[in-house]
């Protein structure tokens, strides 16, 4: 019996402690660490690929994958630094056309998938390399900036707007000036929305039922299809999301900034399966996830660890969450029959 209460403790709550050790720890080991600034610089560096990983959670939950979130990502960065310095395109369009982007991007994944029978890694997997090909055409792989040349000798007129720049480099008073960043800010509200609409609402509950047992779900009346093509928008408008803030804050569309945004999404995404012995995707998890991510790389680069122990260490992290996840679930499930046998 003390093994068992043991057990479910250490999946329910194992993570989230750990999340606080590794807190102190670098409060104690890392000057600075645990000042009002560091904790802002934490969730501005997780607030963009948080935000994709909530939109791949969308897709997790209805038994799917989205591996062109990256792409869409960065496709809604150099559509917006294209729209502005080349179109000389207003904010608002420039933003309107990245969303609508995502959107589109999303439904054809979903096609793809639910009408023709693609499984989803390779639906999404194709649309990924057809987005970092289509996203270097107009510039022939060159970056955008205000006063570039373009390819037919000309010089770009347009810049970014103020009104573009303030959504990634405003910074809202806090106890301290200017201590939370935009991006921050609206990586909140979505996760608060997700969560909602997830935990709380009849659509969130059959797109659970979905992933769970998709032909039980049928039964009942749930169109499916549908279901599982709103996923896959939902992942695309929430990617471009973050390709708009990740464009506003570098006030340029650099192709290349985007690299590791597929990767730190999906570990955060995943990592989220463990917290609080979830065990399935989940919006606060997700969150949970990302913030993690955040805290360990800001610690270790205060500690001065090299910068090229990171992608080790992310993924040693990530496979003991999955650790946690299946591995001490499916025990605590087996010890559950073996209890009720007897």
Known sequence: MKNDRFLDFAIRYGFLLLLVLLIVYFSVAATGFASPRSAAFI??????????????TCTLVVDGFDLSIG???????????????????????????CL?????????????????????????????????????????????????????????????????LWLGRHRFDLFLERL???????????????WIFLGFTRHGRLMYAIGSNERAASLVGANVNRYRIVAYMISGVTASIGGILLAARLGRGDIASGNNLLLDSVAAALIGFAVLG???PNAFGTAIGALFVGILLQGLTMMNAPYYTQDFVKGAILVAALVFTFYLSSRQSVGGKSHNNT
């Not at 501005?44 to 909530?54: E, N, R, Y």
């Not at 960065?77 to 395109?89: D, E, T």
């Not at 979903?110 to 693609?118: C, H, Q, S, Y």
């Open 43 to 56: 969730l501005q560096s997780v607030a963009i690929t948080g935000i994709l990983a909530l939109g791949v």
């Open 71 to 97: 792409s869409v990502a960065t496709t809604a960065l150099m559509l917006s630094a294209y729209a502005m310095v080349i179109l000389k395109l207003s904010a608002v369009v420039a933003v309107l056309l």
């Open 100 to 164: 609508g982007m995502g959107a589109l991007v999303g439904l054809i994944n979903g096609l793809l998938i639910v009408k023709f029978r693609v499984p989803d890694l390779l639906a999404t997997l194709g649309m990924m390399f057809l987005l970092i090909g289509l996203q270097r055409i107009p510039t022939q792989g060159n970056s955008i900036s205000a006063g570039m040349r373009l390819p037919d000798g000309t010089t770009a007129e347009g810049t970014f707007s103020a009104a573009f």
């Open 180 to 194: 939370v960043p935009v991006p921050v800010v609206i990586f909140l509200l979505i996760a608060v929305g997700i």
């Open 278 to 280: 979830a065990a399935r």
